[in-house]
Nanobody, 125 residues
Framework: QVQLGESGGGLVQAGGSLRLSCAVS????????MGWFRQAPGKEREFVAA????????YYGDSVKGRFTISRDNAKNTVYLEMNSLKPEDTAVYYC??????????????????WGQGTQVTVSS
């Protein structure tokens, strides 16, 4: 059974930081590419960051570059999203997702097969 479980969301003031975690288990393929996406009320889900199995390749959405950092610990089957200098516009439900590294692109939402349930991040002004 595939499980992706996000944690670490919450309420933070603008300029603050949060660290999200996503524990992964049961994937039917090895060396998964992992991604973070977010969806704000009334908006489409958007790409935030992605990381390859080795951690050697990372991508970020334009709105989070320089503020967010994605990382992973394969021994713990966990991927992280360190979020700094948070802004009210970062308020959203954040989802982690997994994809087969042999299929699709790292940034395409349609290429991710497995998703977590999401964790709410709220940034107050």
């Amino acid at each position: 059974q595939v499980q992706l479980g996000e944690s670490g969301g919450g309420l933070v003031q603008a300029g603050g930081s949060l660290r999200l975690s996503c524990a992964v288990s049961g994937l039917p393929f090895s060396r998964p590419t992992m991604g973070w996406f977010r969806q704000a009320p009334g908006k489409e889900r958007e790409f935030v960051a992605a990381i390859s199995w080795s951690g050697g390749t990372k991508y970020y959405g334009d709105s989070v570059k320089g503020r967010f950092t994605i990382s992973r610990d394969n021994a713990k089957n966990t991927v992280y999203l360190e979020m700094n200098s948070l802004k009210p516009e970062d308020t959203a439900v954040y989802y982690c997702a997994a994809k087969n590294p042999a299929m699709g692109t790292m940034t395409g939402i349609q290429d991710y097969e497995y998703w977590g349930q999401g964790t709410q991040v709220t940034v107050s002004s």
